[in-house]
Structures are given as structure tokens and as C-alpha cells.
């Protein structure tokens, strides 16, 4: 049986989600799963809701609970990180908020992204620093934002094989068969880009086009409410893109650079999550694990449409699957740049991941994500050489923020992030 580590095991919903979905494949059932994180707190939580997951499906794993990461690392042949390190919204967007930048989640992209890459993917690469000495053949599966980034990052600056996983593709499939009234078994898709702005190339049903159904919906003013912004991206670039409305607003210069625009495609002003609140959040999380591990009713497992567990399990089996990853760009979406992080399908078996060659993009598609992976470059590039001005370039170069912000002010902006959150760090 494989030994499986989830390193920040402690994330709330992650944690329990990752580790039931794997326990549910019976070929999975009596892997050796080690459970790492440095928040001894909610570790002993969940160490306490395995132990009752164990208890009532009777499945035979071996679980390990450690804040000790060389431990948990030794030996492992599927590594997942799910880390936090050092959030905190009122630096990541309520900084650029003072200055007039409204962004909506601010974990990926512009300022909040690039700073978020700047404080965590130099943990992840330690992390595979680590696995390169005690599990150096085992496959990295980062949950961790920024994706693309910090995916980038660890192919430049590792051996490690390594792939970056998502819901969006899958989840956004899930909500197009839902638009237009068809099952989801029925739906099929062939989809590339960048992690949360990949393109449903095609999008079918039973095998026939199901776009003209889309573009009927586009219409349909109840419709359109549930999805503005991607409906309208949509309507003037012919492809419907992978994350959310609310997210999407960020990844590009059009939505979110006036307030009578936000009004329009019924985009909230998106404020820093208080302390005070995000800590309510995590005490609310904390109460329904308690209630969870005290209450009489049995767990069972069930299985959500993350990638990972499916994965693990292909290459343990050997039964084939496509998935959509992120992977190091080596000539499978030609007119994007070599060695950016591309998310592609990709098929999984016994002899491993396996990404299928995409091709061209529509080009006005390829320049969307040219956009993005300019100030992807340059993150990567302050991240690996400690280079704070290659930082204040990513920033430049972020399109909601080069569509809101003056170059002196995005200077100051930045300036300002860097003696909250960096100090130091970066001369």
C-alpha cells in the first residue's frame, strides 16, 4: 500500500475531504497515510475525527500524526500540500483597497497573489527540497495558491515531479450541464489555458456541440445573473472560461476599474476579512469538527470531484482517467510560452501522468493568458532570486492593476506591502 503525507493536514475541509475521498476507493483502504501540520491544535482535531472516520467504516489504514515534516515526508509515494503561510487580507487587499484596487480574492493574481507566491512558495520548495532527499520519486500533488506561480517555480527550482490540481475545470463542467438542463453524465469537454482562466475548447453533449445551447442561454437574463462576468467574456472572446465570475473580474483590466462597471455585472466591493471575522470562521469550522467527532451518527465516506484521490488511484491500479492538472509547459500549448505552468488534460495510469498535446489556443484566448503569465513570470523570477523589483514588475504588469493604478502609485503600493508583510526579506 502507498504511503500518502497531506502536509497542512490541518486545513479545515481540505484535510477531512482529501482524506475521505481516498479511503473510499477499497484499493485505496489500507494505505498508510501520514497527516502533517504545524498547528499541533488542529492536528490533534483531526486526529481525533481520522480516528472516529476509522472507527465507523472499519477501513484498515494506517494513519500518522506528526508535526514533524522530515517524518512525515520519509519514505512517501504521493505528497499533497494544502499550506497556508502568514495570510492576512488586510495586507493583501486591504493595502491595495487604500490605494483604489478593489480586488475580489486576491490569492492568485495581482497583489495579493504575487505577495501570497512571496511568502509560500519558498515553503513549498523547501518542502520538495525535503522530498528530494526522503521520497526523491514521489509525485507532489499542490493544492496551494498561487497555483500557477508557485507550480512554475518548482519546476524551475526542483526535481520534483510535481503537478498543480484545481476544481474549476471540473466544477465549471459541472455548472454548464447545469445551465442548460442536462445531466452531467451526459457532458463532455476538451479544456486548456492556465489555472483559473483555461478554455472550454469544446464543450458537448452525447457527443453533439452543446455551445449553440450555451450561447442561447447567454439570452436568458436569469441565466446571465448567475455568471456575468463569464458570460460576458463569453460574448466578445467565444469561449467560456474556468473560474468563477467573482474571481474571473480579477484576472482581467475590464470589471472591476469602476464602480458604475461593478454595479453593472453585480460585482460586490470585496473588503478585507476583518481578523475578527476570519477567526469566527475558523471557530465555526472548529465547533462542527467537535460536533462531528462527539455525535452518535456514523461517518461515511463519500467521494467530491477532487482530482487527487482519483489520481492516486490510477496509478496504483492502473485504471485510465483523464484529469485536468497543471504541468510544466514543454511545447503542448504552442502559442504559449515554454515552461510556463499550463493546465491541460492530461491521462492518468499505471506508469504515470501523461499530458495530452493541446496545440494552438484562439489567439485571442492565448493573449488573455499571456497577460497573466507575464506577471507569473516575473513573480516567479522575485521568488526564486529574492528580487524585490522583479516583484514590483509582476504587480506593473498585472492588468487590473495597470488598468486602476499609476506606475508611482503601484511603486508605493508595493513599497508599502513589503514593510507590512517582507521587511527584510527582500532588500
Not at 408 to 418: H, K, L, T, Y
Amino acid at each position: 500500500m502507498p504511503k500518502i503525507t497531506l502536509i497542512g493536514a490541518g486545513s479545515f475541509g481540505f484535510g477531512r475531504r482529501l482524506l475521505a475521498d481516498v479511503l473510499s476507493f477499497p484499493e485505496l483502504s489500507e494505505s498508510h497515510i501520514s497527516l502533517m501540520d504545524i498547528d499541533e491544535q488542529k492536528l490533534a482535531l483531526v486526529e481525533s475525527l481520522v480516528n472516529k472516520l476509522l472507527e465507523d467504516t472499519g477501513v484498515g489504514a494506517t494513519i500518522e500524526v506528526t508535526s514533524d515534516r522530515r517524518l512525515s515526508l520519509d519514505g512517501a509515494d504521493y505528497v499533497l500540500t494544502t499550506i497556508r503561510v502568514g495570510d492576512d487580507y488586510n495586507a493583501d487587499k486591504g493595502i491595495p483597497l487604500k490605494y483604489g484596487l478593489d480586488q475580489s480574492v486576491a490569492d492568485t493574481i495581482g497583489p495579493g497573489g504575487v505577495f501570497k507566491g512571496l511568502r509560500t512558495t519558498p515553503v513549498l520548495l523547501d518542502i520538495c527540497k525535503d522530498m528530494e532527499e526522503l521520497c526523491p520519486d514521489a509525485l507532489l500533488m499542490n493544492y496551494t495558491n498561487p497555483m500557477a506561480i508557485s507550480c512554475w517555480a518548482i519546476n524551475r527550482g526542483t526535481n520534483i515531479k510535481n503537478i498543480g490540481l484545481c476544481h474549476s475545470v471540473q466544477g465549471t463542467a459541472s455548472q454548464l450541464a447545469g445551465y442548460i438542463g442536462a445531466p452531467k453524465d451526459e457532458i463532455s469537454y476538451w479544456v486548456a489555458g492556465i489555472n483559473h482562466m483555461s478554455w472550454f475548447l469544446e464543450f458537448r453533449r452525447n457527443g453533439e456541440d452543446a455551445y449553440p445551447a450555451l450561447w442561447e442561454k447567454l439570452d436568458d437574463p436569469e441565466i446571465f445573473a448567475k455568471d456575468t462576468v463569464r458570460f460576458e467574456i463569453m460574448k466578445h472572446f467565444g469561449y467560456f472560461v474556468t473560474e468563477s465570475t467573482t474571481h474571473m473580474s480579477e484576472y482581467v483590466p475590464y470589471f472591476r476599474k469602476r464602480k458604475d462597471i461593478m454595479e453593472k455585472f453585480s460585482l460586490r466591493p470585496s473588503p478585507p476579512t476583518s481578523p475578527d471575522r476570519w477567526e469566527q470562521r475558523e471557530q465555526r469550522y472548529v465547533e462542527m469538527m467537535k460536533e462531528q467527532i462527539e455525535s452518535k451518527e456514523k461517518i461515511t465516506l463519500s467521494r467530491t470531484q477532487e482530482y487527487a484521490s482519483y489520481i492516486i488511484h490510477s496509478m496504483e491500479t492502473g485504471v485510465p482517467r483523464m484529469v485536468n492538472v497543471n504541468v510544466d509547459n514543454t511545447g503542448l500549448v504552442t502559442n504559449l510560452p515554454d515552461g510556463c505552468c499550463v493546465e491541460v488534460p492530461c491521462v492518468v495510469d499505471k506508469t504515470g501522468i501523461h499530458p495530452c498535446y493541446v496545440g494552438e489556443l484562439p489567439p485571442q484566448c492565448a493573449a488573455l493568458n499571456i497577460a497573466n503569465i507575464n506577471m507569473q513570470r516575473m513573480a516567479v523570477k522575485a521568488i526564486l532570486e529574492k528580487d524585490r523589483q522583479a516583484a514590483f514588475h509582476a504587480i506593473a504588469l498585472d492588468p487590473l492593476t495597470a488598468a486602476v493604478l499609476s506606475l508611482d502609485e503601484i511603486r508605493i503600493m508595493v513599497d508599502e506591502m513589503f514593510e507590512v508583510q517582507l521587511g527584510t526579506d527582500f532588500p
